[in-house]
């Protein structure tokens, strides 16, 4: 008899969820999406960087250290990012600029996210993200978008994105990443 077996295919749940990002629809058909299981020591990881960044960025962020608990307790954490491989061109304005060629002569501003990058390529990890949700729930598991797991693996050098996204995922009696203090 096998109790509370729930969780044992959760690295089979992770990659269908990570499925759904992948093949979630791209302008123009082209695939800049980047994504990653962060196994147990890379989620170490990640928690740790974390609570450092949250030392180092002051008490408005002291939410990445309620975060880190949650990654640390989660089953499984996903990252879901886009490296950009350049414009669309279609001179849309969105970035700011009035032509694509305007926004690629801007100097690459690495932070917590790198940019500036083609406004069409948020688009792509928005879609992308909301079809990782949607797949979650549909397979009953936990989620939360996080931009403190994505900003911070990113930091740490594990991802190699211009933006990434943590999704840590839970299969439990209530979901731990909502009601949180």
């Known amino acids: 008899m096998l109790f509370n077996h729930e969780k044992h295919d959760i690295e089979t749940m992770a990659a269908l969820i990570l499925t759904a990002a992948r093949t ?8 800049d999406i980047v994504t990653a299981f962060a196994e147990a020591e890379d989620r170490e990881k990640i928690a740790a960087k974390m609570e450092e960044l949250a030392d180092l960025k002051g008490e408005k962020f002291a939410f990445l250290k309620r ?21 669309e061109g279609l001179n849309c304005g969105a970035c700011g600029h009035a032509e694509c060629n ?12 790198d ?11 928005g879609i992308a993200l909301g079809a ?9 598991i936990d989620s939360r978008m996080m931009y403190s797991a994505g900003m911070a693996t990113k930091q740490a050098g594990l991802i190699d994105a211009d ?19």
């Open 163 to 181: 933006v990434a996204i943590g999704m840590p995922l839970s299969i439990s009696g209530k979901n731990p990443f909502f009601d949180r203090k």
């Open 67 to 87: 975060d880190a608990g949650n990654v640390r307790q989660a089953d499984a954490l996903l990252l879901i990012g886009v490296k950009s491989s350049g414009v």
């Open 24 to 31: 979630a629809p791209k302008t123009k058909g082209i695939d």
């Open 132 to 140: 990782a949700a949607a797949k979650a729930k549909d397979l009953c």
């Open 102 to 113: 305007e926004m690629l002569k801007q100097n690459k501003l690495y932070h917590d996210y």
């Open 115 to 125: 940019g500036p990058i083609c406004a069409f390529k948020h688009i792509d990890l």
